[in-house]
């Protein structure tokens, strides 16, 4: 192996000691600290997993946690009508809806039920449309992270070519404006470039390559440019072992830095939802100072 590898720990660590001094000063200031509030609908065994993990984080960063766990068979009109008493409450500052959900539940139309403002997944269309103006406050975390393990190798973005494979709302797409807005050039893969057979001929032009798909080892060394930084984003399950989309073996060969999985991404995508958390609450304080 010859790549130096990206873990996201290590950020993590250095992310959190900042929001944990710049929280004791804000619940110095407000008498009041940010909070979470989680939705889970059913009892899905990785999303409990993800739970956890954001309560362990949330809980050693000062800030509040309330999961409400909801029958998967719960009717649309009840989760909405949760969703606008957290909306109205002063005391939740961001919320979340935990994938995967049920079929009768439409995840688009639910996006739209959260405000703005508590949105810390940054999915409702005023974050995102402000990510396209160049002008993000809530952006999706997996997106962030990514974006914060790419910086963290010092690489000059000017310029240089990017290529996205998975074109999501929460990962692809942003990760893809996100580095746009730094004015790297941008390529966004997907199901289709794989079927026209075009997805080698993209991803041999990567300086930056990023995989978010969830198809285990879909990328090989041998696709990668010598010394791209490979983003690996995927998690597949595979003879009880967790895997990226990329194959580690081989891409660490040719790369100048790759992410492990476990290990990579995720770690910094729960913290990067505390920042958004924070951010929230921030945000909810100067909405409330303007009104006043
Ligand atoms: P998604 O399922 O919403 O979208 C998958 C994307 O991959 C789509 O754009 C699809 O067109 C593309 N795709 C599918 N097959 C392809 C192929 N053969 N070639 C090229 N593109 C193909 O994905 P998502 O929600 O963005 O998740 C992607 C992966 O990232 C999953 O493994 C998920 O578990 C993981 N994930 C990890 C984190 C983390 O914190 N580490 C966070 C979110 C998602």
């Known amino acids: 192996m010859s790549a130096k590898l990206l873990e996201g720990k290590p950020l993590a660590e250095g992310l959190k000691g900042s929001l944990k001094s710049e929280i004791e000063i804000l619940k110095n200031k407000y008498s009041a600290a940010p909070s979470l509030s989680v939705i889970q609908l059913g009892d899905n065994p990785a999303s409990s997993v993800y739970v956890n993990q954001q309560k362990k984080c949330a809980d050693s960063l000062g800030i509040g946690y309330n999961i409400h766990k909801l029958s998967v068979d719960t009717k649309k009109e009840e989760l909405f009508s949760l969703l606008d008493k957290l909306n109205n409450d002063k005391d939740v500052s961001g919320i979340i809806v935990q994938l995967p959900l049920p079929a009768h539940i439409d995840h ?27 002008k993000p406050i809530l952006t999706p975390c997996t997106a962030l992270a990514a974006v914060e ?9 000017y310029g240089k070519e990017v290529v996205v494979v998975g074109h999501s709302e929460i990962v692809g797409k942003p990760v893809g404006l996100l580095l746009l807005n730094e004015f790297a050039t941008i390529t966004i893969c997907h199901i289709g470039t794989s079927q026209k057979g075009c997805l080698k001929d993209h991803v041999k032009y990567a300086d930056i390559l990023i995989v978010a798909v969830g198809k285990a080892g879909l990328i090989k060394g ?28 081989t891409a660490s060969n040719v790369a100048s830095y790759i992410t492990p999985v476990p290990g990579g991404v995720g770690p910094l995508t729960v913290v990067m939802l505390m920042k958004n958390t924070l951010t929230a609450f921030k945000l909810q304080r100067e909405i409330c100072a303007n009104q006043a």
């Open 222 to 249: 041998d696709l990668i440019k010598e010394g791209a930084i490979v983003i690996d984003v995927g998690i597949n399950k595979v003879e009880n072992k967790i895997v990226g989309d990329v194959e580690f073996e």
């Open 108 to 134: 688009k139309e639910l996006i739209l039920k959260i405000h703005p403002a508590k949105d810390v997944e940054g999915l409702h269309p005023e974050n995102l449309g402000r990510l396209i103006l160049g």
């Open 149 to 157: 393990l790419i910086k963290s190798t010092g690489v000059d973005l």
